[in-house]
């Protein structure tokens, strides 16, 4: 069965970094329908994405494996966000994932064994890692402070840093950059991004733009789990008994 932490077996949907995934052309007719639906169509969830955040995100099993991450974010409330999290923000990109968004408020609330899937946005925004694309910095700023003060749980369910041309095998936790190693961003990747979006997270730039930023008071042990137990998390698929109501015929 699937994990997380392994390579599924090879099958023609793997192959070489950015595959495209297989499958024929969108045809006329599927476009001509599309067209029509958009204009008859309210798409009311897809409309309530607001913001579009750039990131880098890590495997919670493998923090070596980094990749670069768009999050197209929607808000519930003030205190929960809900985001569709692509590989790049192109018209052909790839939806790799979700990551749902809280208040420290709500987080308290958790159970401990799920506060373990979470983790904290402090460092990832005080280093500049997280930014909303072309939004001015004094524009962002207050939602950059209360950013910095939530919890994120994020699930990956297209591993494309691996070579997947279509979701294979389980999903895997996603955890965010930290200050310490091995959960620190790779410069390189850093450094990319900057330069396509025209952002400097350098000490000189996002930094120090929020350094000055409150941090939370506490943040709780659980979240980063791998901080303190050195340890992550991979998702196992095995068989299990169906419950079922009433006997199958």
């Known amino acids: 069965m699937s994990s997380s932490d392994q390579n599924p077996a090879a099958t023609p949907a793997s192959g070489p970094d950015e595959p495209s995934p297989p499958g024929r052309p969108t045809a006329v007719s599927s476009q001509v329908l599309d067209m029509g639906a958009q204009l008859v169509q309210a798409l009311k969830p897809v409309r309530q994405m607001k913001q579009h955040a750039c990131s880098i995100a890590l495997y919670a ?56 899937l979470w983790h904290s946005h402090a460092y990832e ?26 919890y994120g749980k994020f699930w990956c369910t297209w591993q494309v840093d691996r070579g997947d041309a279509l979701p294979l095998g389980a999903p895997a936790l996603m955890v965010s950059p930290q200050a310490a190693e091995p959960g620190r961003a790779r410069a ?62």
């Open 125 to 150: 925004v005080k280093a500049g890692l997280w930014t909303d694309v072309a939004v001015p910095e004094a524009l962002q700023s207050s939602e950059m402070a209360s950013l910095a003060k939530t």
């Open 61 to 116: 099993h493998d923090l070596h494996r980094q990749m670069e991450v768009h999050h197209f974010v929607s808000r519930l409330n003030q205190d929960v966000l809900q985001c569709a999290v692509y590989d790049s923000d192109k018209p052909s990109a790839r939806l790799i994932g979700v990551e749902y968004i809280v208040s420290d408020t709500i987080f308290e609330g958790l159970p401990p064994d799920e506060q373990r």
């Open 188 to 249: 390189e990747l850093v450094r990319r991004r900057d330069e396509r979006y025209g952002v400097d997270s350098s000490a000189g730039g996002l930094k120090a733009a929020r350094v000055e930023m409150d941090e939370p008071e506490w943040i709780n042990p659980n979240a980063d789990y791998w901080r303190l137990h050195r340890k992550g998390f991979a998702v196992d698929v095995v068989p299990a008994e169906m419950k079922r109501h009433a006997p199958f015929p």
